[in-house]
């Protein structure tokens, strides 16, 4: 390359790979600031960042050693086979934590079902913005190796849902996967408990809300909880449905994960496996298992028909038809 200039962006992602595979002799290298390509919104263009990453990466991969050097010599369509099966075979429900503030009021505008013409009063919703939960980062490697495995890894994304973002500067993106109202579950610990509950209460209290008509909002239907809250704030679980009275399955997490998951980063999935849900009957007005409990599992069931018998009568004034309490494990992703 006598005579030319090499001009290389590196993200922070492959840096390392980047310093690795591409040998450049330090008497010809020069670092230089410069500003980066960016649209009128000061973001990224995506396009000419994932060209550049592309790029980077694959000429990293062409030096860098394989386990299995003759992968490239394959077939298209058995090389695409290989990328399909390195990927996840389900994906299940996410835990998204809970966090204070996100009750909040909004006003209705003209072109919403509910909206009032004739009394702006009753135009007024308290409502559980779920949207600004923070939603778990989705790992994806398959999405990082080469350009033909980002062309297999980018709809499997798309179809679960999964979004990139840039990382703050622009320079790297990630994977997420926000909060879907009809999959996954809104996670409270036990230090938190206390405050979920207060908190819709106490809310409409506040000088801006004191006296006002409001209709309450609360969008979540499922809703998982530590095992641990069973032994010691049963009693809290009533109070629960009156705010968030379209709760439909209550997952209690029975493993040890549930001691930690506050403290790891990543995406939380719910497993449940074998266990068995104790589901409500409307007519009887009591709790039975939806199939016979195995024997192995038999210790997590008297806290939850406890827990049941305490939230049967919020079931009944709620005149709620269908609602299961879910024993479950929390597994990291």
């Given at each position: 390359m006598?005579?030319k200039?090499m001009l290389?962006?590196?993200?922070p992602?492959?840096?390392?790979?980047?310093?690795?595979?591409?040998p450049i002799?330090?008497?010809?290298l020069?670092i230089?600031?410069?500003?980066?390509?960016?649209t009128?919104?000061?973001e990224?263009?995506?396009?000419?960042?994932?060209e550049?990453?592309?790029v980077?990466?694959?000429?990293?991969?062409?030096?860098?050693?394989?386990?299995f050097?003759?992968?490239?010599?394959?077939?298209?369509?058995?090389?695409?086979?290989?990328?399909?099966?390195?990927?996840?075979?389900?994906?299940?429900?996410?835990?998204?934590f809970?966090?204070?503030?996100?009750?909040?009021?909004?006003q209705?505008?003209?072109?919403?079902e509910?909206?009032?013409?004739?009394?702006?009063?009753?135009?007024?919703?308290?409502?559980f913005?779920?949207?600004?939960?923070?939603?778990?980062?989705?790992?994806?490697?398959?999405?990082?190796?080469?350009?033909?495995?980002?062309?297999?890894?980018?709809?499997?994304?798309?179809?679960?849902g999964?979004?990139?973002?840039?990382?703050?500067?622009?320079q790297?993106?990630?994977?997420?996967?926000?909060?879907?109202?009809?999959?996954d579950?809104l996670?409270v610990?036990?230090?938190?408990?206390?405050?979920f509950?207060?908190?819709?209460?106490?809310?409409?209290?506040?000088?801006?809300?004191?006296?006002?008509?409001?209709d309450?909002?609360?969008?979540?239907?499922?809703?998982?909880?530590?095992?641990?809250l069973?032994?010691?704030?049963?009693?809290?679980?009533d109070?629960?449905?009156?705010s968030?009275?379209r709760l439909?399955?209550?997952?209690v997490?029975?493993?040890?994960?549930s001691?930690?998951?506050?403290?790891a980063?990543?995406?939380w999935?719910?497993?449940?496996g074998?266990?068995?849900?104790?589901?409500?009957?409307?007519?009887r007005?009591?709790?039975?298992?939806?199939?016979?409990v195995?024997?192995?599992?038999?210790?997590?069931?008297?806290?939850m028909?406890?827990?049941?018998?305490?939230?049967?009568d919020?079931l009944v004034?709620?005149?709620?038809?269908?609602?299961?309490?879910?024993?479950?494990?929390?597994v990291?992703r």
């Amino acid at each position: 390359m006598k005579d030319k200039h090499m001009l290389f962006y590196v993200s922070p992602a492959v840096y390392s790979v980047f310093l690795v595979t591409i040998p450049i002799s330090p008497h010809h290298l020069e670092i230089s600031p410069c500003v980066s390509l960016r649209t009128r919104a000061n973001e990224w263009i995506p396009s000419f960042q994932e060209e550049i990453m592309d790029v980077v990466l694959e000429e990293a991969a062409a030096d860098r050693p394989s386990a299995f050097p003759l992968f490239s010599n394959l077939s298209p369509e058995l090389r695409n086979q290989i990328w399909r099966d390195a990927l996840p075979t389900t994906v299940g429900p996410s835990l998204c934590f809970y966090k204070k503030g996100l009750w909040r009021p909004r006003q209705l505008t003209a072109s919403e079902e509910r909206y009032d013409p004739e009394n702006e009063e009753f135009n007024l919703v308290f409502e559980f913005r779920y949207d600004l939960l923070d939603a778990p980062q989705f790992e994806v490697p398959l999405a990082l190796v080469n350009r033909e495995a980002r062309s297999i890894a980018l709809p499997w994304l798309r179809e679960h849902g999964v979004e990139t973002r840039p990382r703050e500067g622009g320079q790297d993106r990630f994977f997420l996967r926000p909060f879907n109202l009809e999959r996954d579950a809104l996670y409270v610990p036990a230090e938190n408990w206390e405050e979920f509950v207060a908190e819709p209460l106490e809310r409409p209290f506040e000088a801006d809300l004191v006296g006002r008509h409001m209709d309450v909002v609360p969008y979540i239907t499922r809703l998982a909880v530590p095992g641990v809250l069973l032994d010691a704030q049963m009693n809290y679980l009533d109070e629960v449905f009156r705010s968030f009275y379209r709760l439909e399955v209550l997952f209690v997490v029975c493993n040890s994960a549930s001691q930690d998951i506050r403290d790891a980063d990543g995406q939380w999935e719910l497993m449940s496996g074998d266990f068995t849900p104790l589901v409500w009957d409307p007519d009887r007005k009591e709790f039975s298992p939806k199939h016979p409990v195995r024997e192995g599992d038999r210790a997590q069931y008297p806290k939850m028909e406890a827990a049941g018998k305490i939230i049967s009568d919020a079931l009944v004034q709620n005149h709620m038809h269908n609602f299961e309490i879910q024993p479950c494990d929390a597994v990291m992703r």
